[in-house]
């Protein structure tokens, strides 16, 4: 495999944003995203990054690329990280890339004294799954994701 890993830089921008809205395709969500480059710059590379990014790059030519952040476990007194995206274009998958940006994305996480690393995946991507599963993850269904969102932050928030 020929594909080259690398953190993202500022002028990635839009690159990230076209992977962004093919994620977005791949799981039937485009009506979802209000996402804009600027507001993806500003976010990724402003005062106040908010997120890192892997790009997976084929000679120069992106082909994927993993979106993850900090959070902080309490019972382990450490940092983890987690993936909010990763995706591969699908003419690409099944040449190694995403187990690549997993790999270095896990490197990553041993460098930073992590003790997980942690994503969600939509209950009927079982490529996916099997994929996740095959390289020692397990689910954690034992936990139910909640998410405000919209009207309801909004509403909570000026509570």
């Known amino acids: 495999m020929s594909v080259a890993i690398r953190m993202a830089e500022p002028a990635d921008a839009p690159v990230i944003a076209d ?10 969500l485009e009506d979802e995203v209000t996402m804009t480059e600027e507001l993806l710059a500003g976010n990724l590379f402003g005062p106040r990054p908010y997120a890192e990014t892997l790009i997976a790059e084929d000679g120069g030519t992106p082909v994927g690329f993993a979106l993850f952040f900090h959070n902080f476990s309490t019972f382990l007194a450490k940092p983890g990280i987690y993936l909010e995206d990763l995706f591969v274009v699908p003419e690409q998958r099944g040449r190694g890339i995403g187990r690549a940006l997993l790999q270095r994305l896990a490197q990553i996480a041993v460098e930073r004294e992590c003790g997980r690393l942690e994503w969600a995946v939509l209950d009927w991507n079982r490529d996916a799954i099997g994929f996740y599963e095959r390289l020692g993850a397990k689910p954690n269904s034992e936990w139910t994701v909640y998410r405000l969102t919209g009207e309801a932050l909004t509403s909570l928030g000026r509570e």
């Open 19 to 28: 992977l962004i809205r093919g994620l977005a395709r791949f799981e039937k």
